[in-house]
């Protein structure tokens, strides 16, 4: 019995080592299972939070392509809470609200004050925000920004008023002298402020021989000197519309329809002002300048007055040019074709032809 007693407490001791064994395949295959679902549950979520990442993204470009600036900005600003160092969300929130300060149209002043506060705090707050990661020519570039949105807070919202747009303008062109947006936009400040006009003019040409960012360049130059009745802006206006002729460059139309009832027509424009418009450029490029203007344009004018004001312009160029005889006898064939009409063209080819006859 004893014998039985002692082989079954050895079997039992054979056999424990054996169970224990098992015991332990058993738990590490659990815990083998638990981590596969583990990571199998983090896969998943991961992949979900990452694919909800790609549609905010994609959702926050296609705000900002179709010029929704503050939504866009606004989606990019809720990624950045999960992730505030999330580098495609902050370049693009940046890069978004770079193109809002530039395309940036004010909403109507209410009772409270303007509308636009808000928008351009949000523009404020991400523009101070870069200036702390970006460097070189790209600070430049932001600070930049940052004046041009102080002076829309002056000027349409009206609740700044101080030299922190002017300041922050050049503040950039310390930091990159060549600063094509600094250039532009000091440039276009300058004239709206009633600055020095010949230094105004300086910095555009210095912003257009970048080459960087042109259309920009061009509607800051062009939306400046629109209807600046100041000697010299006429000039300055041909000799960009000159220039962008030459280059290929595109124009709006309703900037050629101003250039056009600004510099060249004879209703609108006094003898001395034409001179000054006629006299920016050589007689041959004024005159193909003042065609390309002229194209497409639909002054509600019929062909007979149109033609009129081009021989009329043609007349001032050989006058300016000292072609005196050839130019009062293009000025006394117009007088005869308008012998029975009125008007400021008759009256200044009147005038004309008695300058002209006392020489």
Same mark, same amino acid.
């Given at each position: 019995?004893?014998?039985?007693?002692?082989?079954?407490?050895?079997? +039992?001791?054979? +056999?424990?080592?054996?169970?224990?064994?098992?015991?332990?395949?058993?738990?590490?295959?659990?815990?083998?299972?638990? !981590?596969? +679902?583990?990571?199998?549950?983090?896969?998943?979520?991961?992949?979900?939070?990452?694919?909800?990442?790609?549609?905010?993204?994609?959702?926050?470009?296609?705000?900002?392509?179709?010029?929704?600036?503050?939504?866009?900005?606004?989606?990019?600003?809720?990624?950045?809470?999960?992730?505030?160092?999330?580098?495609?969300?902050?370049?693009?929130?940046?890069? !978004?609200?770079?193109?809002?300060?530039?395309?940036?149209?004010?909403?109507?002043?209410?009772?409270?004050?303007?509308?636009?506060?808000?928008?351009?705090?949000?523009?404020?707050?991400?523009?101070?925000?870069?200036?702390?990661?970006?460097?070189?020519?790209?600070?430049?570039?932001?600070?930049?920004?940052?004046?041009?949105?102080?002076?829309?807070?002056?000027?349409?919202?009206?609740?700044?008023?101080?030299?922190?747009?002017?300041?922050?303008?050049?503040?950039?062109?310390?930091?990159?002298?060549?600063?094509?947006?600094?250039?532009?936009?000091?440039? $276009?400040?300058?004239?709206? $402020?009633?600055?020095?006009?010949?230094?105004?003019?300086?910095?555009?040409?210095?912003?257009?021989?970048?080459?960087?960012?042109?259309?920009?360049?061009?509607?800051?130059?062009?939306?400046?000197?629109?209807?600046?009745?100041?000697?010299?802006?006429?000039?300055?206006?041909?000799?960009?519309?000159?220039?962008?002729?030459?280059?290929?460059?595109?124009?709006?139309?309703?900037?050629?329809?101003?250039?056009?009832?600004?510099?060249?027509?004879?209703?609108?424009?006094?003898?001395?002002?034409?001179?000054?418009?006629?006299?920016?450029?050589?007689?041959d490029e004024t005159l193909k300048t003042y065609l390309w203007l002229s194209e497409n344009q639909d002054s509600g004018q019929?062909?007979?007055?149109?033609?009129?004001?081009?021989?009329?312009?043609? +007349?001032?160029?050989?006058?300016?040019?000292?072609?005196?005889?050839?130019?009062?006898?293009?000025?006394?064939?117009?007088?005869?074709?308008?012998?029975?009409?009125?008007?400021?063209?008759?009256?200044?080819?009147?005038?004309?032809?008695?300058?002209?006859?006392?020489?």
């Open positions: 019995m004893d014998k039985q007693v002692k082989q079954s407490e050895q079997g +039992a001791k054979s +056999a424990w080592p054996d169970v224990m064994s098992w015991v332990g395949r058993a738990t590490a295959l659990i815990g083998l299972f638990a !981590t596969l +679902a583990g990571g199998v549950t983090w896969f998943v979520a991961h992949h979900r939070q990452q694919k909800e990442l790609r549609a905010k993204m994609e959702l926050a470009q296609t705000q900002a392509s179709h010029g929704e600036y503050q939504a866009s900005v606004q989606t990019y600003a809720d990624i950045l809470k999960a992730n505030s160092l999330y580098v495609p969300a902050l370049d693009g929130q940046l890069n !978004t609200t770079v193109q809002w300060v530039e395309d940036f149209h004010g909403a109507p002043r209410d009772d409270q004050g303007s509308a636009s506060a808000p928008a351009l705090d949000q523009i404020m707050a991400v523009l101070d925000a870069a200036m702390t990661r970006v460097h070189g020519t790209e600070a430049a570039d932001i600070q930049a920004h940052i004046g041009w949105a102080h002076w829309l807070n002056q000027h349409i919202a009206q609740r700044e008023f101080g030299p922190a747009a002017e300041k922050n303008l050049r503040a950039a062109l310390l930091l990159d002298p060549s600063n094509v947006y600094a250039h532009a936009m000091l440039g $276009n400040w300058m004239l709206q $402020n009633g600055r020095d006009l010949t230094e105004a003019v300086r910095h555009f040409d210095v912003a257009v021989s970048t080459g960087k960012v042109r259309p920009f360049v061009r509607i800051f130059q062009l939306g400046g000197l629109q209807y600046l009745d100041k000697p010299g802006a006429r000039a300055a206006q041909i000799k960009a519309a000159n220039d962008m002729r030459k280059a290929g460059e595109p124009i709006d139309e309703s900037y050629k329809s101003r250039i056009l009832s600004f510099c060249f027509d004879p209703i609108v424009t006094d003898h001395r002002e034409l001179v000054e418009s006629l006299s920016a450029v050589s007689q019929d062909e007979g007055a149109k033609a009129a004001n081009r021989d009329f312009i043609e +007349a001032n160029l050989l006058e300016i040019a000292g072609k005196r005889q050839e130019s009062l006898a293009k000025y006394r064939l117009l007088q005869h074709e308008l012998a029975n009409q009125g008007g400021r063209l008759k009256t200044s080819i009147d005038e004309s032809i008695a300058r002209l006859s006392h020489i």
